[in-house]
């Protein structure tokens, strides 16, 4: 939050207190807070001011907090939501970012699931591929338990968005033609 003279960090509704922004301190110029989460999603949001109190900068992330040791790849689960660019906010041109996320038997995040999986389309609209980025290859590793591609629907035909790998044979989601 570089344009900003205080923040506020918050875990699920309840302050964690503020801080002053001073570029000799490190990391992050002394914007930095300690952090306990529960188990479960746990919600984290910043507010920054600037040096008339005025609210400059706001972000908030659900976290995923859980301590069980994830088990094997059970399924794939696909998501999609507006694709954001490099400053957080909407990209304004409809593009939407598919999510797959590697689950185990117990709906639990396979964060140790590394295999690469391969995105596939049809129907309307166009899927990023071949442009050497996370978000924009057919076929990727996971990392985390997570990989993406971004798509491009064509506003006249629904698509079919497919991802499998060699230890699951697939899952697809149908995208609208018009969704945002």
Same mark, same amino acid.
């Given at each position: 939050m570089h344009n900003t003279a205080r923040a506020t960090l918050s875990l699920n509704g309840i302050s964690l207190g503020d801080r002053e922004r001073d570029i000799t301190k490190?990391?992050?110029?002394?914007?930095?807070?300690?952090?306990?989460?529960?188990?479960?999603?746990? *919600?984290?949001?910043?507010?920054? /001011?600037?040096?008339?109190?005025?609210v /400059?900068?706001?972000?908030?992330?659900?976290?995923?907090? &859980?301590t069980q040791k994830p088990g094997a790849l059970a399924d794939i689960i696909l998501s999609y939501a507006p694709a954001k660019d490099g400053n957080g906010?909407?990209?304004?041109?409809?593009?939407?970012?598919?999510?797959?996320?590697? &689950?185990?038997?117990?709906?639990? *995040? %396979?964060?140790? %699931?590394?295999? *690469? &999986?391969?995105f596939t389309?049809?129907?309307?609209?166009?899927?990023?591929?071949?442009?050497?980025?996370?978000?924009?290859?057919?076929?990727v590793e996971l990392a985390n338990g997570i990989a993406a591609i971004r798509f491009k629907p064509d506003g006249v035909e629904a698509a079919i968005i497919g991802v499998q790998s060699p230890e699951h044979r697939g899952t697809y989601l149908t995208i609208p033609a018009d969704a945002k």
């Open positions: 490190f990391p992050a110029s002394g914007l930095t807070w300690p952090v306990i989460f529960s188990e479960g999603t746990n *919600r984290l949001s910043v507010e920054g /001011v600037d040096n008339k109190g005025k /400059v900068a706001a972000h908030a992330i659900d976290i995923e907090y &859980v906010d909407g990209n304004g041109d409809g593009t939407l970012l598919i999510t797959a996320e590697a &689950v185990d038997n117990k709906g639990l *995040r %396979c964060t140790s %699931c590394q295999q *690469r &999986v391969y389309h049809g129907g309307g609209g166009t899927l990023a591929q071949n442009l050497g980025i996370p978000t924009g290859s057919k076929k």
